[in-house]
């Protein structure tokens, strides 16, 4: 085989400093590991509430291991499904207040499956800039006429809108927290934008389930707002793996007959789906509400010292706390400062985000403590002066 353009292509990515690769994980999900061979600060992991290595939900999955072993062996049509699936999804619907749930391997899967069932010929997608990639390609597969607004912008996604009337039916996507900036969708006003245009509500919350509103039941929950299909990972903040769908009955029986990464994926594996449900009986505890409370005590305390050291902070109350540097070099820079020092917050630059724009994202989890944290602002400070990042 000719390999020659595969070199071309890698040469050009590695020459605009974009080649990326993998980093090993040695040691399970804790505030600090051990990251290619030493001991870090880990400020880059999507377990939010800090229940992915939880004894508990470790000990669920094995039980559900032993009694249906470790592969689900088939489509949730032909023969991957348990009475676990069966339970999870019942729960994820009341979980959520919503009628009905399905669950997907991911929330990648379960984006891709919503947009390409939902959004057919004849129909238009309004998509925000910033969407997630699951997001951009589920609209990619969909047959549906694609309008990308600006970023949360109400003005333009209202004109967009305006000028839509043609279409059969109309789909607005969001994500609920961005996860590059750290801010939540003004879903209130897509909500009501969605009534006056006749157009249906799409939010993905991946980053607001588990962290957000009663009992981590996410953004929605958070804002008061029902949208008309509910996405979200269970990866984040349940600490599992896997996606799902809440809304109508109708719905969630649509996408069962007819959602290709549905029909066409190996089911989950029972172990994972038994994990899962340990973790929402927590989320829905005592515990969960302290886990959170901390959690979103951290953040709020990190973003303000940061703020007061002189950063330029992006983002809301979410546990993504983006520190913009602007510069992609000087971000990588950063980084690697920061590694040196045994922190581990990637640098994120273009494409990523637009040029001019690079920054350091920060994640916190409810297993980090107030000291991580104020070794995470000391240290931002010291690289900081060191680059002289403040003039
Ligand atoms: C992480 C993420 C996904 C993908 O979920 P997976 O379960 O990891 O496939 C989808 N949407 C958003 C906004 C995400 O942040």
Known sequence: MDTRWMDHQLAEIKR????????????????????????????????????????RLIEAATEAMRKYGVGSTGSRLITGNTAIHEQLERRLASFKQAEA???????????IGVLSSLAQKGDIIFSDELNHASIIDGCRLSRAEKSIYSHVNLVDLESRLQQSAHFRRRFIVTD??????????????????????????????????????????????????????????????????????????????????????FIFQTAMSPAVAAATLRSIDI?????????????????AHLRARLKEIGFHVMGDVTPIIPVLIGDADRTLVFAQRLQEENIFAPA???????????????????????????TIARVMNKVAQELIIFS
């Open 16 to 55: 605009k400093e974009l080649y990326r690769t993998l980093r090993t994980m040695e040691s399970a999900p804790k505030s600090t590991g051990i990251l290619n061979g030493t001991e870090k600060l880990i400020c880059a992991s999507n377990n939010y509430l800090g229940l992915a290595a939880d004894e």
């Open 101 to 111: 749930a399905i669950i997907y391997s991911s929330g990648y899967l379960a984006n």
């Open 176 to 261: 609920a927290v961005f996860s590059m900036d750290g801010n939540i969708a003004p879903l209130i006003e897509f909500k009501r934008l969605a009534k006056a245009y006749d157009a249906y509500l799409i939010v993905d919350d991946a980053h607001g389930t588990g962290v957000l509103g009663t009992n981590g039941r996410g953004t929605c929950d958070y804002l008061g707002v029902s949208p008309d299909v509910y996405i979200g990972t269970l990866s984040k903040g349940l600490g599992t793996e896997g996606g799902y769908v809440v809304g109508s009955q109708t719905l969630i029986d649509l996408l069962r007959n007819v959602s290709r990464s």
């Open 283 to 299: 989320l829905e505890s005592e515990e969960g509400k302290e886990r959170r409370h901390h959690l979103l005590h951290l953040s």
């Open 348 to 374: 994120i630059r273009p494409p990523t985000v637009p040029v001019g724009k690079s920054r350091i994202r920060i994640c916190l989890t409810a297993q980090h403590s107030m000291e991580q944290v104020e």
